[in-house]
């Protein structure tokens, strides 16, 4: 018995290391790590699919699928809306009259921010579309206006916040702000806010003179489209033209004489305009000072009028406008000599190219009528103004105790371009 038993044993383990051997020949041979190769059957057994060796694949889970694109969404979602919520909620407050008359009417100094914020929303209408239209803002700011006028207060704080009103009261395409305009520049005691007053109303001014409207009209062909026409309109509120005429005629101040000769040349251009604005541009050629002449030949010549030709003559005289420029003078000790000079030399570009369009303005008007004076002038200061460059001119400083001598500085050579150009029409015309 002790015999079988032992056979059994022995036969038993024969059989396992059998099963093992016939195991290791069908299992594939290691590969060298320095050189990987696939399975192949080339060996004792076949090859071991492919597809066994990698990881299964699985199908993508809701939640897996939420995380990759559900919640980032939900996200960058949440970022726009609080963002064009506050957007909405700060022009809102921004557009608010009684807000922004509130804040501007505070001794707080952040006024003069919530001024610089109005003031972007009038300059950037794309941004902005509804502030420039808002006739109760504008109306709401004139309020205001009257109310400081009224006051007269000579602080720098008050004075500058009653130009800065009126700057913003031309900056619009509505005119509820305009009476403002008028009685500030009557009533206001300083200087400098009737100046702005008055620039303001020409501001404003060209913004009516620039109007346009949509029209439907129908072509030879009865198909009808939408075309953009001119469609002009006078400026009018009580008592504006008596002002400028006022101002115009005011003997002590030059500037003023000068901006309102300005304003009337832009009000004057206008169909339905008063009459008596023209009048005034007229005898304001024969003022003494040059910048005032120079402003009535402008506003004259865009109109047509050949009274305007002979001093159009002078301000293409590069001598003749000398003592326009010697107005330019430094308005404090920490403005450079060397500034004014450029200053001047900005000045005179600007005399010169606006007498150069209004040569030609005056050509467009009467294309068939002779100007030698104005030919003989745009002749001359063709030919002199490449010897600009080589003058000097003398600056004094801010205590006229100092004299500099500076380079006059080139003429615009696009300047001298325009120049030519015009003097060929004229030599052109019948």
Avoid at 19 to 25: L, N, P, T, W
Avoid at 124 to 139: D, F, G, S, T
Avoid at 151 to 177: H, K, N, P, Q, Y
Avoid at 203 to 223: C, I, N, R, W, Y
Wanted: charged content about 25%; some cysteine; glycine content about 6%.
């Amino acid at each position: 018995m002790g015999e079988g038993l032992a056979e059994r044993v022995l036969r038993l383990c024969l059989s396992r290391r059998s099963d093992r051997a016939a195991m290791a020949d069908n299992l594939p041979s290691n590969p060298s790590p320095a050189e990987p190769s696939p399975p192949s059957s080339a060996g004792g057994g076949p090859a071991i699919p492919t597809e066994q060796l990698l990881p299964p694949v699985e199908e993508p889970s809701g939640r897996f699928l939420l995380q990759l694109f559900v919640v980032p969404m939900i996200i960058v979602a949440a970022v726009v809306g609080l963002w064009l919520l506050f957007n909405s909620l700060a022009q809102r407050d921004q557009l608010a009259p009684e807000d922004i008359v509130a804040r501007l009417r505070s001794q707080n100094p952040s006024r003069f921010q919530v001024a610089n914020d109005l003031a972007d929303m009038l300059r950037m209408p794309e941004r902005y579309p509804n502030v420039k239209p808002n006739a109760e803002l504008a109306a709401a700011l004139g309020t205001l206006l009257d109310e400081m006028v009224e006051a007269g207060d000579d602080g720098d704080s008050s004075v500058s916040m009653r130009t800065i009103l009126c700057g913003f009261l031309g900056e619009f395409s509505v005119d509820d702000g305009l009476p403002a305009l008028v009685n500030a520049a009557a009533n206001d005691p300083e200087p400098t806010v009737q100046r702005k007053a008055i620039n303001a109303i020409a501001v404003l001014g060209q913004t009516f003179a620039d109007h346009t409207e949509t029209k439907t009209v129908t072509d030879e062909d009865g198909k009808e489209e939408e075309v953009v026409v001119s469609n002009p309109q006078p400026l009018e509120a009580d008592g504006l033209a008596e002002v400028l005429i006022a101002s115009i005629n005011q003997p002590d101040d030059d500037l003023l004489r000068s901006e309102t000769a300005f304003t009337l040349g832009v009000l004057a251009n206008v169909p339905g305009a008063d009459a008596r604005y023209t009048d005034e541009l007229i005898k304001t050629l024969d003022d003494f000072y040059p910048d005032a002449r120079y402003n009535a030949a402008n506003g004259l010549a865009r109109a047509g009028n050949v009274a305007a030709a002979d001093t159009v003559v002078e301000m293409l005289d590069l001598d003749a406008i000398a003592g326009s420029l010697a107005g330019v003078q430094p308005f404090s000790d920490r403005q450079s000599a060397a500034s004014v000079a450029a200053a001047r030399a900005a000045k005179r570009d600007r005399i010169l190219i606006n007498a150069v369009k209004s040569a030609q303005a005056l050509h467009e008007h009467h294309p068939d009528a002779k100007f030698p004076k104005i030919e003989a002038a745009l002749a001359k200061l063709i030919e002199d103004a490449p010897q600009q460059s080589d003058k000097t001119i003398t600056v004094k400083d801010a205590e006229g105790a100092k004299e500099s001598r500076f380079a006059a500085g080139q003429v615009a050579p696009t300047l001298i371009t325009a120049a030519q150009q015009v003097l060929k029409e004229l030599q052109g015309a019948k």
